[in-house]
């Protein structure tokens, strides 16, 4: 084994690429304690949290008692990799791995109203993941807010994710439904293993 040492390596005048290693290398060793520092653009290292995405209500979303209803989640702040469907309201990430999700409803009525809980659930497929509920119970309010999240594996191609809400005991004529705006949100992204 040969030993080289130096300072500096750069490439020959006219050149702008520099490659270590070759047709025989396979590993670059990096001794521990070693730092690595970058001042310019890397890639290739690492991975990167893609797919990603994070959808908002557009507009105000009604909400029955006792009926667990899809949240039509259409407006998309980004969506790294065209993975959701904004007319389903499903995530489909086409790439398998470890997602991280999360989601957020915010409920809202023009006047003082009352219910007993109201749930924020995350599906995979058919079936419920993750469910975080609010219980305001006797305590009447104009705005309630609940929030879910949790980390799931998806197949890629045929896996989807999606969000429902549910109210539980909404006072009659309450007018209460889930708000639009940023408040109501729902959003991934994967997680480098």
Do not use: W
Not at 45 to 50: L, V
Request: net charge negative; charged share 15%; glycine share 12%.
């Amino acid at each position: 084994m040969s030993k080289l040492e130096t300072n500096t390596i750069d490439t020959i005048s006219g050149s702008t690429n520099l490659t270590l290693g070759g047709t025989n290398a396979t590993d670059i060793t990096i001794p521990s304690g070693v730092t690595i520092t970058n001042n310019g653009t890397q890639s290739g290292f690492g991975g990167i949290n893609t797919p990603a995405f994070h959808v908002v209500l557009s507009a105000g979303q009604s909400i029955s008692d006792n009926t667990e209803t899809i949240v039509a989640l259409n407006s998309e702040t980004f969506d790294t990799d065209n993975a959701y469907d904004t007319s389903t309201y499903k995530f489909t990430p086409q790439v398998a791995g470890k997602y991280f999700v999360y989601s957020n409803i915010y409920l809202e009525s023009g006047a003082n109203t009352n219910m007993n809980r109201c749930f924020t659930n995350i599906y995979k497929n058919t079936t419920q993941m993750f469910f975080n509920f609010f219980d305001p119970r006797d305590n009447p309010g104009r705005s309630f807010t609940c929030n879910a999240s949790g980390t799931i594996e998806l197949n890629g191609s045929t896996d989807y994710v999606l969000v429902k809400g549910l109210i539980v005991g909404q006072a009659t004529g309450s007018g209460l439904e889930i708000a639009g705006g940023n408040g109501t949100y729902f959003g991934a992204y994967k997680i480098i293993e």
